[in-house]
Nanobody, 127 residues
Framework: QVQLVESGGGLVQAGGSPRLSCAAS????????VGWFRQAPGKEREFVAA????????NYADSLKGRFTISRDNAKNTVYLQMNSLKPEDTAVYYC????????????????????WGQGTQVTVSS
């Protein structure tokens, strides 16, 4: 399994635009589809965005389309989540997850689709 480490979180003012990174270990990162999820206090972990192995296909939670952008650089073994126009309700722990797959263009959305998870990075949005 690939090891994942998220970074880029912290305290952000409303309207801010931080970028989260998810760095993966190993030499086969291009064999993994990746997803971002988040969990707010007292709530279940929810899907944020996903990207295929090749990076050509992406998918987003309907409520976040237009504000968040997922991308990847397989040469750097890293997936990014650009977050724009943040709101206090975006406050959560953000997790990246990876799934090894033969499907080059598929994206995945369910928690159960992923076998490898990072430890999460806290994003707190102040009003």
């Amino acid at each position: 399994q690939v090891q994942l480490v998220e970074s880029g979180g912290g305290l952000v003012q409303a309207g801010g635009s931080p970028r989260l990174s998810c760095a993966a270990s190993g030499r086969t990162f291009s064999s993994y589809a990746v997803g971002w999820f988040r969990q707010a206090p007292g709530k279940e972990r929810e899907f944020v965005a996903a990207i295929s192995r090749s990076g050509t296909n992406t998918n987003y939670a309907d409520s976040l389309k237009g504000r968040f952008t997922i991308s990847r650089d397989n040469a750097k073994n890293t997936v990014y989540l650009q977050m724009n126009s943040l709101k206090p309700e975006d406050t959560a722990v953000y997790y990246c997850a990876a799934r090894r797959t033969m499907a080059i263009t598929s994206t995945f959305e369910r928690n159960s689709d992923f076998g490898s998870w990072g430890q999460g990075t806290q994003v707190t949005v102040s009003s």
